[in-house]
């Protein structure tokens, strides 16, 4: 059964639809899924219809963590087991205006799993910048690119000691699915962050959406790996990493962005790549 149906009323080419499609082969109809405001949750169901096959909570924008955390608490108190609890957040919610009740789990080690399907940006009310914008990004609100640079997630989630934490992307299902599958297996808090591009936000078209999530990946800014025990292990590495210019000038968002800009993003993305090899044990990336 398709638990998260073709009737969803997201756009074509939606990265986020795309995500939770594959999330949801991994997951299985044992699991309740909590999404607080964001475009997720408009797409899936709203007024008299439904996309999900499962159990779907709409909670308030701030607090999906800490429902899904009430949640479990509800099915251990009933001596239910063998139901995945999942708070699923876009980037707001999980960066931002989440991120208090996101901390609280991960610090109190509930069992859930929470995964922010980044678009890196606030689509569901009109594209404003938000913690995980790209620096030089054009939004709404920074008309000029965005000046400062975004918030590194996934490093300030591994600061919480989590039971399980991996990186994905939408235009590798096999990895995301994979990772979801070894979270749903650990009992404890797991966190999971997944490059989702909204072409209306990065100016691109619709049949972009998996290339660009690609590219990302193949010029190093978004690296896949995951993090158990404090043990990390890159999970794709491409045969040879493209320049970051051929991700940047594809993009729209990126019109302000110069040349200075392009070269010393190249520059960082080239050191993080070498730490991110040594964490993993000292092997070379292309």
């Given at each position: 059964m398709d638990l998260f149906t073709g009737g969803h009323s997201g756009c074509r080419g939606c990265g986020a639809a795309i995500a939770m499609r594959q999330a949801m082969q991994a997951l299985g109809p044992r699991t309740i899924m909590v999404i607080p405001a964001s475009c997720m949750a408009t797409i899936g169901g709203s007024g008299l219809k439904t996309a999900w096959n499962i159990p779907f909570y709409h909670s308030l924008f701030a607090c999906a963590p800490a429902v899904a955390s009430g949640v479990r608490a509800a099915l251990e108190i009933r001596g239910i087991e063998g139901v995945k609890v999942?708070?699923?957040?876009?980037?707001?919610?999980?960066?931002?205006?989440?991120?208090?009740?996101?901390?609280?789990?991960?610090?109190?080690?509930?069992?859930?799993?929470?995964?922010?399907?980044?678009?890196?940006?606030?689509?569901?009310?009109?594209?404003?910048?938000?913690?995980?914008?790209?620096?030089?990004?054009?939004?709404?609100?920074?008309p000029a690119g965005k000046p400062t640079k975004p918030k590194d997630m996934p490093a300030l989630m591994a600061a919480?000691?989590?039971?399980?934490?991996?990186?994905?992307?939408?235009?590798?299902p096999r990895d995301f699915i994979e990772k979801l599958k070894r979270a749903a297996e650990v009992k404890g808090f797991c966190y999971l962050h997944v490059l989702a591009p909204c072409h209306r936000g990065w100016g691109i078209r619709e049949e972009e959406t998996v290339e660009m999530a690609r590219l990302a990946v193949e010029c190093g800014l978004w690296i896949l790996y995951e993090e158990r025990q404090g043990r990390q292990r890159l999970t794709v590495v491409p045969e040879k990493r493209l320049p970051v210019r051929e991700y940047i000038l594809r993009q729209q968002r990126f019109r302000e962005c110069r040349e200075e800009d392009i070269e010393a993003l190249q520059a960082e993305v080239d050191q993080r790549w070498q730490r991110m090899a040594a964490g993993a044990g000292g092997e070379e990336l292309g």
């Open positions: 999942v708070s699923w957040a876009g980037d707001a919610g999980t960066a931002d205006i989440g991120f208090q009740a996101l901390s609280g789990a991960a610090e109190r080690n509930e069992d859930i799993i929470h995964v922010c399907y980044d678009n890196e940006t606030y689509m569901n009310t009109g594209g404003q910048a938000g913690g995980t914008t790209p620096l030089s990004a054009w939004t709404p609100d920074t919480h000691r989590p039971e399980y934490l991996a990186t994905a992307s939408i235009a590798y």
